[in-house]
């Protein structure tokens, strides 16, 4: 039984609810961007079309003086992208939208692996007012029974690796440190041997994002290829600081580029404890998407 039916049907209401959509409704989100600021707030409207299923909409108002925001600047090929994740920081969706309707609104849908709580971030640059990150909470079906205890987390003094369909990814960020930017080595192998069948995704040659389990706060960020620490060239705190290089470089051309199996991301995680950190990249032209729990202890 769905839960809103559930809540009803103890007020006796019962005869006159609708069946199973779970949230038909305008949601305002939490600002979520690490070490951002807002200036604008988002509006989501979900519509549950079938089980697992969302129609999302999403609009925005300037922060100050409430307007419809209407312009924003691509990054990655698109205006906007959307991710959500669900509430034990283990599975990632990741849609995107080309572009804005003339009035502001993005639409998409979206379909989640299983019923739950997903936190749905929307990236995207409003223009000229940064890159801006809105979560929404959306509540997908009933309320699982059985929630899935959150995976044991990595201790980042170690050397990470992890398998992912035919590819084993290692991340070595042995020296990071919460609050510090710091340089995390990222190489993908195949068969025990370095993966060479990569291809951009979007333009870069992986996408991380790191969320913080406690206060669910969100980091953007995409690797500059080579294992060697490039600098901060291609860095990226998040797309508002990186305006695509690789796109122009990748994207345009009808041949699939490689991408070096070995990556550096340049990360500053905001604070310590525990993180998700999900990485995507296209390997052997599919979609490989990793969920990696890391900790830091709180010392
Ligand atoms: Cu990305």
């Given at each position: 039984m769905p839960r809103r039916s559930l809540v009803l049907a103890v007020a006796g209401l019962v005869a006159t609810v609708a069946p199973a959509m779970a949230a038909d409704e305008m949601l305002s989100g939490s600002f979520a961007l690490a070490g951002g600021e807002a200036t604008v707030e988002g509006h989501l409207a979900v519509t549950e079309t079938a089980p697992l299923s969302l129609e999302l909409e999403l609009t925005y108002t300037d922060a100050g003086i409430g307007e419809p925001v209407t312009a924003f600047t691509e990054e990655l090929t698109q205006q906007l992208h959307l991710l959500a994740v669900d509430s034990s920081l283990t599975h990632l969706v990741h849609e995107h939208v080309k572009a804005a309707t003339a009035d502001g609104r993005f639409a998409t849908g979206m379909q989640v692996p299983r019923p739950g709580l997903y936190?749905?971030?929307?990236?995207?640059?409003?223009?000229g007012r940064g890159q801006q990150v809105v979560r929404f909470d959306v509540q997908v079906g009933e309320a699982a029974a059985d929630i899935a205890p959150a995976p044991q987390p990595f201790a980042l003094d170690a050397l990470i690796a992890v398998p992912i369909g035919d590819y084993e990814v290692t991340i070595d960020a042995r020296e990071a440190q919460p609050y510090v930017e710091g340089a995390w080595h990222i190489a993908i192998s195949k068969a025990g041997q370095p993966a060479t069948d990569l291809s951009p995704y979007l333009g870069v040659a992986a996408h991380a994002i790191?969320?913080?389990a406690a206060d669910l706060s969100y980091v953007h960020a995409h690797p500059t290829e080579g294992g060697a620490d490039t600098g901060?060239?291609?860095?990226?705190?998040?797309?508002?600081?990186?305006p695509a290089p690789a796109e122009n470089a990748h994207a345009g051309h009808a041949a699939p580029a490689s991408v070096a199996p070995e990556m550096t991301l340049h990360l500053t995680p905001p604070g310590a404890g525990r993180y998700t950190l999900f990485l995507?990249?296209?390997g052997g032209g599919e979609i490989q998407t990793l969920a990696v729990p890391l900790e830091w202890p709180a010392s």
């Open positions: 936190h749905i971030y929307a990236d995207a640059v409003p223009e790191l969320i913080r901060h060239d291609a860095h990226a705190s998040g797309h508002a600081h990186a995507e990249f296209i």
